[in-house]
């Protein structure tokens, strides 16, 4: 919102009652803008809210991750970046505690894995393979095994496809794999299966016959990415 807040856009958290009236209302921003992306609720009744913000790191645009209580009252705030922009796309909820944040920095795979404090535990880039121009997240989620998955859009001099990238609970590689049934595709979300598999959902778009077809896309995935 750009009418309430400390000042550009902030960051906006409501809470409704079964009847969908508000309960309360919160903003959470410094002097530049800040705009939400994703949400989640802790274990403790509060709430951890992820998004982009120009004035709470040091880098023109940073991760902005703030933990509030059930009242919405701040607990803590961290601001994360590695290059000149950092954009962020997914938060997801460790299971032995603290969160995984996923995004891009300077349009590479930047993943954030921080304790239940918001200090961070590591951080990684995921270049793109050479064969690709840059890949751009926009999901992640974390296997039985504590393993990271990410999804998005990875792109050539041509077109996107859909791709999971894999790393190990320290975040180290372990495997990127793109998937495209038809002329482009993008993975918007991932979800990890208790068998190891995984589910990708996202956009194909066909360009081979008359007009534009568009078509959600839902892909399942095995553990080592076929």
Known sequence: TDSTGSGGTDMQLHRLDSAGDVQWSATYGGSGHEIAVDLALTDDGGFILLGDSESMGHNVTDFYLVKTDEDGVVQWEESYGYSRSNVAASLSIIPTGGY??????????????????????????????????????????????????????????????????????????LWSRVYSPKS?????????NDDGTSLVVGRSVDFSGVGLGVAALLVEVSADGN
Do not use: H, Q
């Open 184 to 192: 482009v595709a993008s993975g918007y979300g991932i979800i990890a």
């Open 100 to 173: 995984l944040l996923t995004g891009s920095s300077d349009d590479v795979n930047y993943v954030v894995a921080v304790d239940a404090l918001g200090d961070l535990m590591w951080e990684k880039l995921i270049a793109p393979e050479p064969y690709y121009r840059y890949f751009y997240p926009s999901g992640g989620a974390m296997d039985s095994e504590g393993n990271v998955l990410l999804t998005g859009a990875a792109y050539d001099s041509f077109c996107s496809y859909a791709f999971v990238t894999k790393l190990d609970g320290a975040g180290e590689f």
